[in-house]
Nanobody, 125 residues
Framework: QVQLVESGGGLVQAGGSLRLSCAAS????????MGWFRQVPGKEREFVAA????????VYADSVKGRFTISRDNAKNTVSLQMNSLKPEDTAVYYC??????????????????WGQGTQVTVDS
């Protein structure tokens, strides 16, 4: 059974930094894509960033380019999201997700097969 467990959320002042981590288990993570999404109440889940488990291909939402960095640690089966220069509009519940399919990195939430429980990030102005 695949499990994704996020950690690292919290409250931070605008301009500050947070690092989210996602620990994955229950699958052979050789050929998949790991992504981060976020959601605020009343809105759809929004793509943030994604990375292929093999190789260094990454994709970022325009709203976070240059501020957020996604990375993976194959040995520990973890994916991290380093968030710098945080803004109040980054406030959301952040979710880790896994897409089992090979090929291009997808940015639609519907493409992802497994999800974590989410972690709250609050950026105070």
């Amino acid at each position: 059974q695949v499990q994704l467990v996020e950690s690292g959320g919290g409250l931070v002042q605008a301009g500050g930094s947070l690092r989210l981590s996602c620990a994955a288990s229950g699958l052979t993570f050789n050929n998949c894509v790991m992504g981060w999404f976020r959601q605020v109440p009343g809105k759809e889940r929004e793509f943030v960033a994604a990375i292929r488990w093999r190789g260094d291909s990454t994709v970022y939402a325009d709203s976070v380019k240059g501020r957020f960095t996604i990375s993976r640690d194959n040995a520990k089966n973890t994916v991290s999201l380093q968030m710098n220069s945080l803004k109040p509009e980054d406030t959301a519940v952040y979710y880790c997700a896994l897409d089992r399919r090979l090929g291009v990195i997808r940015t639609s939430a519907a493409a992802y097969d497994y999800w974590g429980q989410g972690t709250q990030v609050t950026v105070d102005s």
